[in-house]
């Protein structure tokens, strides 16, 4: 995943967001500015290769101390970025770095 292609997708505003993913924002109070700060300065967590119609990607960012994920695909041939939902983790499904999740017992 380049994410030098994200990150220059996101400054030209190739950036779509799903209705899901709105909806949740507001939900959350979470200004697209914010979704914006996570994806060029964040770090990807998790890939999702075989996410269709387009790889997708978790990354982890932080806006005003408070940690962020953003999951999004990119279209590498149209150079669009998909914002899918965003999303404050909290520490029941990811340890203290909010990079790890949580093993659950079975």
Do not use: C
């Amino acid at each position: 995943m380049d994410i030098s292609a994200i990150k220059e997708a996101i400054e030209k505003g190739n950036i779509e967001w799903h209705h899901h993913a709105l909806e949740r924002m507001m939900t959350r109070e979470i200004p697209r500015d914010n979704v914006k700060k996570v994806l060029i300065t964040g770090e990807v967590i998790e890939k999702y290769t075989d996410d269709k119609p387009f790889p997708s990607f978790l990354i982890l960012g932080w806006v005003e101390n408070q940690p962020l994920h953003v999951v999004a695909a990119f279209d590498v041939y149209s150079k669009w970025v998909f914002i899918i939902t965003v999303y404050k983790p909290d520490l029941e499904h990811f340890e203290s770095d909010f990079k790890t999740r949580r093993q659950h017992g079975s």
